[in-house]
């Protein structure tokens, strides 16, 4: 069973910084691409940034390249979203994504995932 629990959410002043966390487990971590997608308040759940399995390829939504980054650690199961300059505009609930199938690829729409974290609130104040 696929279990992704997420962490390290929280408060952060604009300009600042946060890295939530996502342990996964209940299968081999590593052949699975992993994404982070979020959900503000009366909004749809988009796409944030998404990884390859090895972790050598990444990609991030227009709205916060340049500024987020994510990452993983295979030897422990483990994904990462480094959030820098943080805008109010980035509150939201972040949810820590993986798909059904050992998909390779990056996917960015929320059907493409089977498994989702419960998720964690970032608010950023001005």
């Known amino acids: 069973q696929v279990q992704l629990v997420e962490s390290g959410g929280g408060w952060g002043q604009a300009g600042g910084s946060l890295r939530p966390s996502c342990a996964a487990s209940?299968?081999?971590?590593?052949?699975?691409?992993m994404a982070w997608f979020r959900q503000a308040p009366g909004k749809e759940r988009d796409f944030v940034a998404g990884i390859s399995r090895s972790g050598g390829s990444t990609y991030s939504a227009d709205s916060v390249k340049d500024r987020f980054t994510i990452s993983r650690d295979n030897a422990k199961n483990m994904v990462y979203l480094q959030m820098n300059s943080l805008k109010p505009e980035d509150t939201a609930v972040y949810y820590c994504a993986a798909p059904q199938l050992p998909l390779g690829v990056v996917r960015t729409t929320t059907r493409s995932y089977a498994y989702w974290g419960q998720g964690t609130q970032v608010t950023v104040s001005s």
């Open positions: 209940g299968r081999t971590f590593s052949n699975y691409a």
